[in-house]
């Protein structure tokens, strides 16, 4: 069966960084676009990042644009979210995603259980 399993969170000081793994299991990497998520205490969960399946496209949240990094490796069956200068904003449960397709802006259809990234000195 589908399995998405989320790796690399922690606590880190601002300004700090991280990188995400998620292990994808139980079908076809290449044929669908990922993303990312995230779930902070008492908000929305919040799109965070995507790729398409080949990783020609990326898109990012304005709240992430220019600090994260979305990357893929079919070969590995794993996609990558690399954080960087991290701020107590971001801190939240991050949790991987497989879209329904090769693009993007299609729905999601399985997701992780998630890691938790905290922000904080």
């Known amino acids: 069966q589908v399995q998405l399993v989320e790796s690399g969170g922690g606590l880190v000081q601002p300004g700090g960084s991280l990188r995400l793994s998620c292990a994808a299991s139980?079908?076809?990497?290449?044929?669908?676009?990922m993303g990312w998520f995230r779930q902070a205490p008492g908000k929305e969960r919040e799109g965070v990042a995507c790729?398409?399946?080949?990783?020609?496209?990326?898109y990012y949240a304005d709240s992430v644009k220019g600090r994260f990094t979305i990357s893929r490796d079919n070969a590995k069956n794993t996609v990558y979210l690399q954080m960087n200068s991290l701020k107590p904003e971001d801190t939240a449960v991050y949790l991987c995603?497989?879209?329904?397709?090769?693009?993007?802006?299609?729905?999601?259809?399985?997701w992780g259980q998630g890691t938790q990234v905290t922000v904080s000195s």
């Open positions: 139980g079908f076809t990497l290449d044929y669908y676009a």
């Open positions: 995603v497989r879209r329904s397709g090769y693009r993007c802006y299609v729905s999601n259809d399985y």
């Open positions: 790729i398409s399946s080949s990783g020609d496209s990326t």
